[in-house]
């Protein structure tokens, strides 16, 4: 929907990791040698089931976890050099972050101007207050609240309505870059509508770049123009929206895609579906070589031994799999 | 058609809150046949799970109340049932399975402990024999290894596991009727396509009736043959699965509909989102509830209560709009077609 081909870069995550330390011979790899890259403008979605690492993905481009490896680019400087030399708000004024649990997320002691204002008094400390004050009237009305609601506290609104000031917060600091962790999870079918046409105008409106984090694949495939999935903390597939949905290389997209169930019965009825065996593995100890051999039906010997690499197998269509080997064909 | 196992007629339910009477089910009526499973669909707070609470009788006394209604289990009236009565169609002829796999477990107990408890309580077995079926029962809902994990506690399962056991419970006495609470909202897509097809396959070898209580219409164009569109409390339209989801009749069943993307549809058009929020059930109604989100609202909707209109066999819906005096009718036919 967006027209981000021919554009510039503006994220850009090469062989990013970020291991957590459970024990003395224990490391969770939520996340392992991770790359990809954002267009200006564009919605990238990030997929995959819980634990497979893409919240953790999400919150280590913000800085709110320190990476193991790898690095990250933004607008085409380091982070790590960015926020040493500039320091952390530099960075934190461009990207923000939308969380998924609307309930939780916004403070229930403050009011929504000052929740909303937090932002602002840190990156903007010059500001006047009366300033202040139209901005946050300004930015409720953007998202579709009222600006005589700015005195009332978090526990007065309905979940869709906090997740709208969870956004206004997002927004307030004027960021470039936002990560939408799970923002419509938690909401109503008849409200998620609503977040995720606001969120798509906002983009237009502002110029805004997304990672769209999400389970629910019908909504990711709506709002996105790209799709990364992940497994067990890595990437197994990155492609075009309507060219993942229509093709999909790897096994583990293709289950994932069978799995959704249609709101048609006449489809969903009739439709064959791949049943994955199992659960996934234990992410402490995950499986040799490929790690979705365990569960995959394509499985073949060189699975178990050999990590496959993350191959541009079509024009734009990467995939992780050893059915797309060889690349001579 | 045969005689329904179970039937719920003009169902009123009201808690005590502090802030008055919230009167949360407001006159739902349905039926379900043997080896059917009916859909109820509906928001938070519509009233759905409020219903299933009320067919099991687990709402709490001090704070609810039945002020109307009639809940009829294989010619019984269930909520006059006495104490002992209840405890026996519990779990053995009515079961449930909740929501949440994490915390519907006692995690004090072993899963062996709490399937024989059930097992035992309702059938006249002796302990052997109880906890052989209690291993049979986690075979039959796919649980590898099942004479080992039987003596494992809740927090040695995964999600998708504990959601199995849950179902063993529930399926452990044979029940005639099985009521599922939103049974797949907390696990994967990739776990939800196994539970889905576990509970048919079950379900077509022992002819149990199934409510399934969900958000996800999906798993309704999955599961059900019948479905119920509850709005504050509200049974607003039901109807054979094919009525609904290709002929809907109601604008909030519309609204519905259209508001959640469609997988294999090419594109991004804008969705077309239900504006506003569901009524506050605190406060006293009148008119049709769904009249503030409405986009087809008549003065009518707004003061009388609409009636409940039968569209076609066994598809009824209650909305204005289908009043022979409701003249916008024949242009609204072309947008329920869309």
Do not use: N, W
């Given at each position: 929907m967006n027209e981000v081909m021919n554009n510039r870069v503006l994220l850009e995550v090469n062989h990013l990791s970020k291991h957590f330390q459970l024990g003395p011979n224990q490391t969770l790899r939520a996340v392992d040698d991770v790359s990809f890259h954002i267009w200006q403008g564009e919605t990238l979605g990030l997929v995959g089931e819980s634990g497979c690492g893409k919240s953790t993905v999400g919150r280590t481009l913000l800085q709110l976890y320190k990476p193991t490896g790898g690095e990250i680019r933004f607008a085409g400087e380091r982070v790590s050099d960015m926020t040493e030399r500039k320091g952390h708000k530099a960075y934190t004024s461009q990207m923000q972050m939308i969380f998924q649990d609307p309930y939780s997320s916004l403070n229930p002691r403050m009011t929504v101007t000052e929740i909303i204002s937090e932002g602002l008094m840190i990156h903007r400390p010059n500001l006047a207050k009366k300033e202040r004050k139209e901005q946050v009237s300004a930015l409720l009305e953007l998202v579709g609240l009222s600006s005589r609601q700015a005195n009332r506290y978090p526990h007065e609104f309905s979940g869709g309505q906090r997740q709208r000031i969870g956004i206004a917060r997002a927004l307030a600091v004027e960021p470039s870059f936002i990560v939408a962790d799970e923002p419509i999870a938690a909401l109503d079918v008849s409200i998620q509508a609503q977040i995720v046409n606001l969120l798509m105008d906002l983009q237009r409106q502002k110029q805004?770049?997304?990672?769209?984090?999400?389970?629910?694949?019908?909504?990711?495939?709506?709002?996105?123009?790209?799709?990364?999935?992940?497994?067990?903390?890595?990437?197994?597939?990155?492609?075009?929206?309507?060219?993942?949905?229509?093709?999909?290389?790897?096994?583990?997209?293709?289950?994932?895609?069978?799995?959704?169930?249609?709101?048609?019965?006449?489809?969903?009825?009739?439709?064959?579906?791949?049943?994955?065996?199992?659960e996934i593995p234990n992410p402490l100890n995950p499986p040799s070589g490929c790690r979705f051999h365990t569960r995959c039906p394509k499985a073949f010997d060189i699975c178990a031994k050999e990590i496959p690499s993350f191959a541009e197998v079509l024009p734009q269509h990467y995939v992780k799999c050893h059915l797309y080997g060889e690349k001579g064909e | 058609m045969n005689q329904p196992i179970l039937t719920v007629d003009g169902l009123h339910v009201a808690f005590h809150s502090q802030r008055g009477e919230v009167h949360a089910v407001r006159g739902v009526s349905f039926c379900l046949q043997k080896q059917e499973t009916l859909a109820i669909v509906g928001e938070s707070g519509s009233g759905k799970s409020v219903t299933a609470k009320a067919i099991m009788r687990l709402l709490p006394k001090q704070s609810t109340s039945i002020p109307a209604g009639q809940i009829t289990y294989a010619g019984q009236n269930v909520l006059a049932l006495p104490p002992r009565e209840l405890q026996s169609l519990r779990g053995a002829e009515i079961s449930m399975v909740f929501q949440d796999p994490m915390t519907s477990l006692n995690p004090t107990m072993t899963i062996g402990q709490q399937l024989v408890e059930g097992i035992s309580k309702h059938q006249r077995l002796d302990k052997a024999a109880a906890y052989e079926k209690a291993v049979n029962m986690l075979q039959l809902v796919g649980i590898p290894n099942a004479q080992e994990r039987i003596r494992a506690y809740p927090h040695h399962f995964s999600g998708g596991m504990r959601q199995r056991v849950g179902i063993a419970m529930a399926l452990a006495c044979d029940p005639k009727v099985l009521i599922a609470d939103e049974p797949t909202t907390a696990l994967d897509v990739t776990v939800q396509a196994q539970i889905l097809e576990l509970m048919k396959s079950l379900q077509q070898r022992t002819g149990t009736g199934i409510i399934l209580i969900t958000h996800d219409l999906g798993v309704v164009a999955n599961m059900a043959q019948k479905v119920a569109v509850m709005y504050a409390g509200e049974v607003v339209e039901t109807g054979p699965i094919a009525e609904i989801f290709y002929r809907p009749k109601h604008p909030y069943t519309w609204g519905l509909l259209r508001s959640m993307p469609r997988l294999d549809a090419a594109g991004n058009e804008p969705l077309i989102p239900i504006p506003g929020t569901p009524p506050d059930l605190a406060r006293q109604q009148q008119g049709c509830p769904f009249a503030p989100r409405c986009a087809h609202v008549m003065k009518v909707c707004k003061h009388f209560s609409p009636p409940l209109t039968e569209v076609s066999s066994g598809h009824t819906a209650k909305c204005w709009l289908l009043d022979q005096r409701a003249q916008q009718q024949e242009r609204l036919a072309g947008v329920a077609g869309g």
């Open positions: 805004l770049t997304y990672l769209f984090i999400a389970h629910d694949l019908s909504m990711v495939k709506h709002i996105s123009d790209r799709i990364a999935v992940m497994y067990l903390g890595q990437l197994v597939e990155l492609a075009a929206s309507d060219e993942l949905y229509a093709r999909p290389l790897h096994p583990y997209t293709e289950a994932l895609l069978s799995a959704i169930p249609l709101p048609d019965p006449v489809q969903e009825q009739s439709r064959e579906r791949i049943v994955l065996q199992g | -």
